[in-house]
């Protein structure tokens, strides 16, 4: 006979599949002692730009325990966001994430769907969930779940579909079994990622200088200009950046999602440059209102849009 933990890890397998999550795995809520050095060494460096958000809540992200008090299992989930679909030559580069319904709206039902369906199986659970929206170090937790390592891009890699995935936590109160951590690293000599990075921003050792990616230009930073060394650089990318991915040999095994929330709008598979160049306000809050896009605002797209045209 199972026992309780045992009955209860299927249930929350059984109810996360049944809601599109591709992947479930589960680790012992503790501290990260690795991972708060590295992070405290990446932050100390600088590479961070002018997110100082990420220098916030240093204990609480290294810890879940704090974060969440009575915290005792990390129940880690991947979500497959990537496409079936092309975006037109002519239409300036979106990353493929922003393609669809803002992946925060999506996956936070998914999460409360699933709390409520464990709290209706098992019994009166707490529970919090995180989608790259709360002090957690989402991939580090996979890892420790089993579901894939952390590829020298400091994307979230795994054997069977590669990295086009979005990663959420929850944290819960009960005593689960816990998935063997992934022991391997499956890049080996590999550094398709690094030679292609258009920015030089993936350096040796996994180590990614946010301050200098695209995506941090084109999304996080908020300032009117974008430094002029950073001209030619940006491979018509408006909205983040898919250049690491595209060259990871592991991404050939992707296979496109079934979440239609993710069905990418016909405007940014479609529209040329030129058409983005005059688009209005007022048509740009009503396309993208659920969109990722909203995150930068119209002014943000314009200002990227002109600096790729200025290059």
């Known amino acids: ?69 009575g915290t005792r299992s990390v129940i880690t989930l991947l979500c497959n966001y990537f496409p079936a679909e092309h975006q037109a030559e002519s239409a300036p580069r979106i990353a493929t994430y922003a393609w669809g319904e803002d992946y925060h709206l999506v996956i936070r039902d998914k999460l409360s769907a699933l709390l409520e369906g464990m709290r209706h199986s098992i019994g009166a659970i707490q529970g919090r969930g995180f989608v790259d929206s709360g002090p957690v170090l989402e991939r580090s937790w996979a890892v420790k ?40 690293d499956y890049c080996g000599s590999c550094t398709r990622c690094i030679d ?27 300032e009117l200009m974008i430094p002029e060394e950073m001209s030619g650089k940006f491979d018509n990318w408006v ?10 040999p592991w991404n050939r095994f992707s296979r496109p999602n079934t979440e239609s929330r993710f069905e990418p709008l016909p405007e940014i598979l479609e529209l040329s440059t030129k058409e983005w160049e005059v688009m209005e306000e007022s048509a740009f809050k009503k396309i993208f209102g659920k969109s990722p896009l909203k995150r930068t605002k119209f002014s943000g797209i314009q200002r990227n849009l002109r600096f790729i045209q200025n290059k």
């Open 196 to 222: 292609a990075c258009p920015t030089e921003a993936i350096l040796p050792n996994k180590v990614v200088d946010g301050s200098k990616c695209i995506s941090y230009f084109t999304i996080e930073l908020k």
């Open 1 to 69: 006979m199972k026992s309780l933990p045992e009955q209860h890890t299927a249930i929350i397998k059984s109810l996360a599949a049944e809601l599109g999550f591709t992947y479930c795995g589960i680790a012992r809520a503790e501290k990260l002692e690795a991972d708060a050095r590295r992070l405290e060494a990446w932050l100390n460096k600088g590479m961070h730009g002018s997110m100082q958000y990420m220098e916030n809540y240093f204990d609480l992200r290294i810890d879940p325990r704090e974060l969440v008090p």
């Open 145 to 184: 779940s089993g579901l894939g390592w952390v590829g020298k891009n400091g994307n979230l890699i795994t054997k069977q579909q590669g990295s086009y995935f979005f990663i959420a936590t929850l944290l819960v109160d009960c005593e689960l079994m816990y998935d063997d951590p992934m022991a391997k």
């Open 239 to 248: 909205f983040g950046c898919d250049v690491c991915q595209e060259v990871c």
